[in-house]
């Protein structure tokens, strides 16, 4: 382990040339060999217009045929079973794409996910927000009128009395019809039990509740003494209302959260513009404990120019696009192909306003005689000013084109207005009573993947329950007085609405970085973008490290270079916040916990550095806290298989973004893959965003322990028969993840001495074998810094552990 006051980086392996330039290559390849010659197998998956992506089953043979389907760089869901006969993993692929694969020779399963899913879950999203509303408008308007009416302005909804460990807690809901305006808390009054009197037992407040910009209801918790009978709330205007108090479900006795913990925020899925919203709503609301921080570098944007492409056959097919985004007039603008009917009639181009007529030329039978390169330079040279024109995907434009009826340049864009159009910020809230770098550091972000929805629920899920339960758990206001958090929800929000509202399957950016001799079309759209997850700098597609293709329709398209993307420059800066250093990466889906190696390179599998024992260590204890804290919400369980080394557990994922914390930063950084499909029903929805933010919260708690840790570990000696003759093992122990360095020529021991090191992937310390009576000289130091017996290992102290290596007598 380096000098903890040292600073800490990783040095990129070296890759051999050749094998950098030949994962440059997009292939389809056979699956019998992990490596194909490019000539053999030229095949690039490109999505056809309009055609929907399932989730479908891929039935692999083993490890080195799901490495040659990641080499295709087919759009792979993070899902990958391994069972003994065989590895089953999920790819999203349309028709065209999965007969692709079969003829590569892949074997496909079942189709496990439909767009028709996702459209059910916008559905219910927006039934549940409009349901709300007009729940809203009727309670209002059933309450307007004289104040004489019986009505009341305020209805109580629950009332609920339940135990947690030895505390006793009076939850409560209610519907206020100003709620949707006014921001004002309401009190509670409780008795102290049966035939006693409101305001005997005490009051409590409860807070509004708005989700998605809609008020849904007041609600609160608070500890009492006793079980309340009856509460009553009087509403800003004086109305009052009163309800009898039920029994609720005991919580567990092992539960972490205090007394009055306040928790479940989320109630439906939400689009990037309403993360954003809801974060800037937390900020104003607690402005002493959280700010809004607006990342340096905007989005390309939710915006692409008006396209279209006239004609059938390729090579007579002409590609059109707008000069101007489709919002900024390029939709305004057409494009007719006419036959003149005439004889002997120059190929001529008028612009009339935002309509571009062709009249093709003909010959001295009437007959159509210009081809698709002939129109496509007319185009570009009578309406350069509002298009550009090319012939399709590289085709020398050689066949004649057919007339067509005019047509209507489109972006292929459905937002509503109230989703920008412009270059988008990036937005997240830093949380902390102090902000100023001066406490350790926690970043949470997600949806560096566009159709991953739950997993930003669960960033805004923990953001409402650190600053909603401050002022009143001491646990909580633990962290936030010790810790210096940032919460990015979406990393990706142009993905992230274009997957909401035009192609669910979206897993990149939108940026389109496709040349005209290639997919850069208006039939390719949904094929677009890059890969966020694959685009930062360390053990990259640019390193020659696998699991990234340079196809820029690839479902793990690299980007031209590192950081090519705004996205990817944001959570870079957000990384270089010297007191970073612990991460949480979320995404979906799978149910995996992991952790960097993430990548290694073809062939030999040759990884990224792997964490020392000692690091190692480190991220299993912690990993051990978080599931355990995970697993406490309904007992689901992320399995030990699926725990561990990205490479290890998945497959190689070349430019991560948890690779580039992990070796760059030195930041201890972990991926969630929440849950086991993208866009789940709402119910698994919402279960999986309270399960995986008690996981985040406890990464906070993880956070604040190594902030406090000054106790200093312990190290042992054992020693035991060798199969070695006059040679005996010998092997360390730590009391906690500790890094051992050791010497066997007496001299004292030094950061630069030999390191104890791990015996292989996935197991514990190595077995030193060593003559038997050698002399050991060692010390132990864990990842906060702690040296035992505050040895300073600089050559000169003289208290570090000493032991002979011979057996235990008896």
């Not at 979320?586 to 024992?613: D, K, Q």
């Not at 906060?784 to 040895?791: D, F, L, M, R, S």
């Amino acid at each position: 382990m380096r000098d903890p006051s040292a600073p800490r980086w990783r040095r990129r392996l070296p890759v051999p040339a050749a094998l950098a330039a030949a994962t440059a290559v997009v292939l389809l390849v056979n699956p019998a060999s992990a490596v194909v010659p490019a000539a053999e197998r030229p095949v690039e998956l490109v999505r056809v217009a309009d055609e929907e992506a399932n989730v479908v089953e891929v039935l692999l043979a083993g490890t080195a045929q799901l490495d040659a389907l990641v080499a295709t760089g087919v759009d792979l869901d993070h899902h990958v079973t391994r069972t003994e006969n065989g590895v089953v993993a999920h790819a999203v692929v349309t028709a065209s794409e999965a007969a692709a694969l079969t003829r590569a020779g892949f074997t496909l399963g079942e189709v496990l996910h439909r767009p028709a899913d996702a459209r059910a879950r916008i559905a219910e999203r927006e039934a549940t927000i409009a349901g709300h509303a007009a729940q809203n408008r009727e309670f209002a308007a059933a309450t307007r009128g004289p104040v004489a009416s019986a009505a009341s302005d305020v209805k109580i909804i629950r009332a609920d009395y339940y135990t947690s460990g030895t505390s006793q807690i009076l939850s409560v809901e209610a519907k206020w019809a100003q709620g949707q305006t006014a921001a004002d808390a309401l009190t509670v009054e409780r008795d102290s039990g049966p035939g006693t009197e409101i305001g005997s037992g005490g009051t409590q407040t409860i807070s509004r509740f708005v989700d998605a910009g809609v008020y849904l209801y007041h609600r609160g918790a608070a500890p009492v003494t006793s079980r309340p009978d009856r509460v009553r709330i009087t509403s800003p205007t004086g109305d009052v209302a009163v309800a009898q108090v039920r029994e609720w479900l005991p919580t567990p006795g092992d539960d972490p959260e205090g007394p009055g913990y306040q928790k479940d925020f989320v109630t439906s899925y939400l689009t990037p513009t309403e993360l954003y919203a809801r974060i800037h709503q937390l900020a104003a609301e607690f402005p002493r404990l959280a700010e809004i921080v607006e990342l340096p570098h905007r989005t390309n944007g939710y915006r692409r120019h008006a396209q279209a492409v006239l004609g059938a056959a390729a090579d007579s097919r002409v590609a059109v696009d707008s000069l101007a985004w489709g919002h900024e007039g390029g939709n305004d603008i057409s494009v007719e192909l006419a036959d003149p009917g005439t004889a002997d009639t120059p190929l001529s181009v008028t612009v009339a306003g935002p309509a571009v007529r062709v009249t093709l030329g003909t010959d001295g039978a009437g007959a159509v005689t210009s081809t698709a390169a002939q129109v496509v330079a007319a185009l570009n040279a009578r309406a350069g000013t509002l298009v550009r024109a090319y012939t399709y995907r590289g085709s020398a434009g050689a066949g004649m084109v057919a007339p067509a009826a005019r047509t209507p340049l489109s972006d292929g864009l459905s937002a509503p207005a109230s989703v920008s159009r412009d270059p988008h910020p990036v937005y997240a809230i830093r949380i902390g009573k102090h902000r100023d770098g001066s406490k350790l550091g926690v970043l949470a972000y997600a949806q560096e993947h566009a159709r991953e929805w739950v997993p930003p629920l669960v960033t805004v899920e923990t953001a409402e329950r650190l600053l909603r339960n401050y002022a009143h758990d001491g646990r909580t206001r633990q962290l936030l007085d010790n810790l210096d958090i940032w919460i990015a929800p979406s990393i990706n929000p142009d993905g992230g609405h274009y997957s909401f509202y035009d192609f669910n399957s979206q897993r990149k950016n939108m940026t389109n970085h496709c040349p005209t001799t290639g997919a850069a079309d208006f039939l390719a759209r949904n094929s677009w973008g890059v890969d966020n997850n694959r685009n930062y700098t360390e053990y990259s597609l640019f390193d020659g490290y696998s699991g990234a293709s340079a196809s820029c329709t690839s479902g793990t398209y690299a980007g031209p270079s590192e950081l090519s993307e705004p996205e990817n420059r944001n959570l870079d800066w957000l990384a270089s916040r010297p007191n970073i250093r612990f991460s949480m990466n979320l995404h979906s889906s799978g149910n995996y916990f992991m952790w960097s190696p993430g990548a290694y390179a073809l062939p030999g599998r040759v990884s990224a550095p792997r964490p020392t024992l000692a690091e190692e260590s480190a991220f299993w204890g912690a990993s051990s806290r978080i599931l355990a804290a995970i697993k406490r919400h309904r007992n689901m369980a992320v399995t030990p298989a699926r725990t561990g080394p990205i490479s290890d557990v998945l497959y190689s994922a070349a430019g991560n973004s948890g690779d580039m914390l992990w070796y760059r930063y030195g930041i201890y950084a972990w991926n969630f893959e929440v849950g086991t499909s993208f866009q789940p029903e709402w119910d698994e929805a919402h279960a999986e965003t309270l399960e995986f933010a008690n996981g985040l919260v406890e990464l906070m708690r993880v956070a604040r322990d190594f902030a406090q840790d000054r106790t200093r570990p312990r190290s042992t000696l054992a020693v035991a028969q060798s199969a070695t003759p006059g040679m005996v093992d010998v092997t360390f122990s730590t009391s906690e993840p500790a890094a051992v360095f050791y010497t066997l020529d007496r001299a004292a021991p030094t950061y630069a001495s030999t390191l104890y090191g791990s015996a292989g992937i996935r197991e514990g310390g190595e077995t030193l074998t060593v003559p038997a009576g050698s002399r050991i000289h060692w010390f132990s130091v864990d990842s906060a810094g702690n040296v035992e017996n505050n040895y300073r290992p600089d050559g000169n102290g003289r208290n570090y552990r000493k032991g002979t290596a011979v057996l235990p007598a008896g």
